[in-house]
Nanobody, 118 residues
């Protein structure tokens, strides 16, 4: 059974920073790509960032230049560094894994809440 365990969510002020973590098994970590999506109330789930095992990255337009995805191969963990956060970044953030180069993610974590508010 695939498990993706997110941590690091919480309340942060506008302009602040937060780092999310997603830990998983070695086999899941070596899927084609790992990444993050988010879903705000009343909105569709959207891409935040993905990273392949080869290091290729893809970011959603709204987070480019502010968020950075990275991987720790020794710990089978994917990170999302969120800088200069905005109220519109408020959402549930989901870690995901994808088997192939294209298509929707195949596996999802349970999500972690991020709230940006003063």
């Amino acid at each position: 059974q695939v498990q993706l365990v997110e941590s690091g969510g919480g309340l942060v002020q506008p302009g602040g920073s937060l780092r999310l973590s997603c830990a998983t098994s070695r086999s899941t970590f070596m899927l084609y790509a790992m990444g993050w999506y988010r879903q705000a109330p009343g909105k569709q789930r959207e891409l935040v960032a993905t990273m392949t095992t080869g290091g290729g990255t893809n970011y959603g337009d709204s987070v480019k230049g502010r968020f950075t995805i990275s991987r720790d191969n020794a710990k089978n963990t994917v990170f999302l560094q969120m800088n200069n956060v905005k109220p519109e970044d408020t959402a549930i953030y989901y870690c995901c894994g994808r088997n192939y180069a294209s298509g929707a993610p195949d596996y999802w974590g349970q999500g972690t809440q991020v709230t940006v508010s003063s």
